[in-house]
């Protein structure tokens, strides 16, 4: 859900929220002059003012005020009128629309309500500043920050938490915010819901009353209890609770007010009371759940509604689908078939009993409907639900179901139970998105797999497609393909009476890897300082230089497939990595250690050289030991520059990173059997297999076989996070799901079995990597990317396939054949979309550029893969 931000302000591509149009929606402050001395600076969504020459704390209790659309700016003056003349530091978020984003449904809960925050330099400013502000706008409203302490009663909020950025190692292997103990100990600076006081810390005598006001309010005296959580948004959270008068279980929704916003500014109260409404109005309906109350803890809100009996369709989907193995049961695909059609009528009908009493539905997914033992259809989330006279405009809806704007009153509805008819097969909708026209494209992919009627798939595509069928090309990009992966002028046309979209041809490789090289280059934006290629939302955090999702990925993908240089794409590149820039990354997928190495191999090597010793000049022991940001990556590309450059002093670096990462290892048994605990990832970009990997390589570079022990003591505690599923598939286990793909699931690992096993023969390895052939060979994956999707497991398939062609094997073959169920369309060129399937991506982690080297890896002629594998 954080991916709905990034959908805003373009329509093709995901970008930054800040990317629309600042002076439109700027705070006046954000003019506003600041005395002599002071400096305002731009970080990230915030302005930041600072009196130059003023030493403050690198961490200490901060105060963060909260606010609405119609009283920030009273807010945000009344705390710059107090904090410049007493020269205390703040910052602000740059605008409106930032302020509304972070406050929105899906917003991250750890950032809701944070508008202004000030940094007081010890607990007597902290008094003053909160008694100073608070005397002006005390009681202003504003969402509740969840992990402060309110002061009185808002907007101002405390907490205890750094001043400056530094980062540690977390428990989940990832780095973290961090501030610092007493015997300087870098720990996580934890921003959960929920106050919290370090340990070492001791809560402000002044500050007690308050924590005391924030415990007071509780379920306590109420006739409910909770049992657990179900869900939890920025608006509030699902709970299963028990009715104590009657022992029933029942469904408890909070609602919290000036949070969980729309686009059109309506708070989860707001929302919360529409459906207490709407299910009024449509009590005694058999598909839709009875209001039991409605009351309110402190400012939030509760709704108590009957618990909707039976499992959401999503999940029987899951569970039952039969194309998620290699080998598809006729019997099996049959009866699903049967169970699925039967579904898709029950959910119309029960849709038709609200359109009878004249209600929109608004949010109709397989995750709002539930699905019954006895085969019951019930409808869940009415927050949306509209009567059809208000001509309400949706501003919630799931992207893979939600209609087009085009589509008003029941044909919402209608547009949603066509894209789940698709789904329940083909659960590719949120394509559409896209490109309309993908929906005749699925059906026809689902008439060949399934034996589904077209009278049934027909009427689906038409509702989806609207009046006017070829209305349909809404295709990213728009154009027609300018080159021999398809849609040339005379070539056959669909069955729409479009040319066809280009496809991932095995049999025309040249074809294929220029279309797709033109479809990046044409999406670059080189006047652009903060990306040069579109990408995955993580380029806004990570940088836009680094392997994983910036222009170093690409350019390393577009060279090693045969897609040429792009010497002015290289300059962007160099100048950026060549800046001091302070808050740079250092590892090798998400940081300069990757960068240093696509230099190096596009032949910039003393750029290369310098980018490499700022990496060694920053304080890598800190790091993990992952391959994607950690220590094993690290080593590795140390590794790589020594045998590159001969240097000896880079060799020993190399295996001084090894030997740290060893100390760290443990032994197989120190890591539980699913994920969880202090080594809670597995696979290669997270778990032990990128270690694994660099002791690999580190035992091909000194023949010492104590590494070949590490690497197995490191793969054998992925192992332990593995299992093994009823089909034979070997999945990582995240214990609420198991994944087959290469950066966190099966594929991954078993390519670094398969570089093991070329030293030391061992059969537990050799099944094991079977296991993961089974995971790598079924025939239908939601995501396309390299790092979790069906572009990583063709390239699986591809490095350890037994044929000296690798697009000879049928394994291999049937791979890139599949890739055209998520082909689309740029500018007349072949794109794919990246995660969530929301946007097109051009990428190496989740894009385009990661489908290139894919397909690379089983089609160029020479080599074509990730680096040190």
Known sequence: MRYDAYCMADRTFFDSPWQVREGQYSFAAADRELPEGWRKVVQDDWLVCTPEGTRRPSQGWKIHASGCQDNAEKILDAVWDFCVPREIPFKFLRGRHILQLRNMKYAPRGGSGKFVTVYPADEAELREVLDGVDAVVGGEPGAYILSDLRWNQGPLYVRYGGFVERHVVSEKGVLEPAVERPDGTLVPDRRRPGFHVPDWVTLPEFLEPHAEARHAHSLAGLPYAVRRPVHFSNGGGVYVAEDTRTGREVILKEARPYAGLTADGRDAVTRLQGERDILERLAGLDAVPAVLDYFTVGDHHFLA???????????????????????????????????????????????????????????????????GDDGRIGLIDFEVATPVEDEAVRMLGHPAYAAPRDRTGFAADTYALACIKLAVFLPLTALLRLDLGKAAELADEIAAQFPVPREFLDPAVREILGENPAAGDGRAGGGRPTDGAGGAAGEPRGRDGRPPRPRPDRTAWPAVRGSLANAILAAATPDRDDRLFPGDIAQFTTGALNLAHGAAGVLYALDVTGAGRHPEHEQWLLERALRKEQRARIGFYDG?????????????????????????????????????????????????????????TLRDAALDVARTVAERLGSETDVPEVSGGPHPKAGLM?????????????????GEETFLDLAATALRQDLRRCVVRDDGALHVNEGWRSLPYLAEGGAGLAMVLDLYGAHRDDERFRTAASGALVSSSSRFYVQTGLFNGRAGILAHLAAVSPRRRPSDDPLVAAQIDALSWHALEYQGHLAFPGEQLLRLSMDLATGSAGVLLALGSALHTGPAHLPFL
């Open 592 to 648: 300069l250690h990757g960068v240093a190495y696509t230099l190096e191999h596009l032949g910039h090597r003393a750029e290369a050289r310098r980018v490499l010793a700022r990496c060694l000049d920053e304080r890598w022991q800190r790091l993990g030991t992952d391959l994607y940001s950690g220590l094993a990556g690290v080593g590795l590309n140390l590794l790589h520059f020594a045998g590159t450059t001969g240097d000896g």
């Open 686 to 702: 997270h778990g032990s297999s990128g270690p694994a990997l660099l002791f690999v390589r580190c035992y091909e570079a000194t």
């Open 305 to 371: 509604q009957e618990l909707v009996e039976g499992k959401p369709l999503s999940k029987y989907f899951g569970q039952t689908y039969p194309e998620t193995g290699p080998r598809a049961d006729p019997a099996a695909i049959a009866g699903y078939t049967r169970w699925a059609m039967g579904v898709c009528e029950a959910v119309e009908r029960a849709v038709a009993s609200l359109h009878a009493r004249g209600i929109v539905f608004g949010d109709l997914h397989p995750y709002n409907v539930m699905v």
